[in-house]
């Protein structure tokens, strides 16, 4: 009897699901671990940030503190946001095929809102990219999570596209899970990016 014949008689996995959710899944770990990269990109640039604050006599140096409306509306709006992302996160681990088709859509609508206001968003910081230090950090800042956002955007326009027109595998369930979970992320990181953009400049 050879090694191959006996591991195929030790094991028997035909039982084991083919769709798992949480920390059960391969998926599940390869997201914090690509939130861990992301999130050190942040800390890095916010850092920088307040590096050039404390050698600079004025801040924002040339420059206007950022208008709140526009990043704040944003932020009200990134955490409604919040609600169609669980659901959908919700209702795919339990496998439900149409509310996860309708949270899919809602959250695909509100993705589309994002890239208007963060249009506005950046003709509200007040500076130019290469005015100067402030403008360069600033615009670094808000362009990676720009990034972020398009990126599940993007993906949760797929997954919505393929909800809708079939066949599904069931793995496409926990594709929707971690999707809501990364945008979770999105969410969180946005706050301190928040307070630092539009409250960092007006701290004395």
Do not use: C
């Amino acid at each position: 009897m050879n090694g191959l014949q006996q591991v195929g008689t030790a094991l028997d996995v035909r039982g084991l699901p083919g769709v798992v959710f949480g920390h059960r899944s391969l998926m599940w770990w390869g997201n914090p671990a690509m939130m861990t990269i992301e999130a050190t990109a942040f800390a890095l640039t916010a850092m920088a940030y307040f590096y050039l604050r404390s050698h600079a006599q004025n801040w924002p140096m040339t420059a206007l503190p950022p208008d709140l409306l526009w990043g704040t509306l944003n932020t009200a709006v990134m955490l409604v946001s919040f609600i169609p992302a669980h659901l959908a996160k919700k209702e795919a681990q339990q496998r439900r095929l149409r509310p996860v088709r309708l949270w899919l859509v809602v959250s695909v609508l509100f993705g589309a809102v994002f890239p208007g206001l963060r249009a506005m968003e950046f003709a509200a910081l007040n500076v130019r990219w290469d005015s100067n230090a402030y403008g360069s950090v600033v615009w670094l800042l808000l362009g990676l999570h720009t990034a972020h956002i398009l990126t599940d955007w993007i993906d949760t326009l797929v997954l919505t596209v393929l909800f809708h027109t079939g066949p599904l595998d069931g793995k496409r369930f926990t594709d929707v899970s971690e999707n809501s979970f990364y945008w979770y992320y999105v969410v969180l990181t946005w706050l301190p990016i928040y307070l630092i953009l539009y409250w960092g400049a007006r701290a004395v």
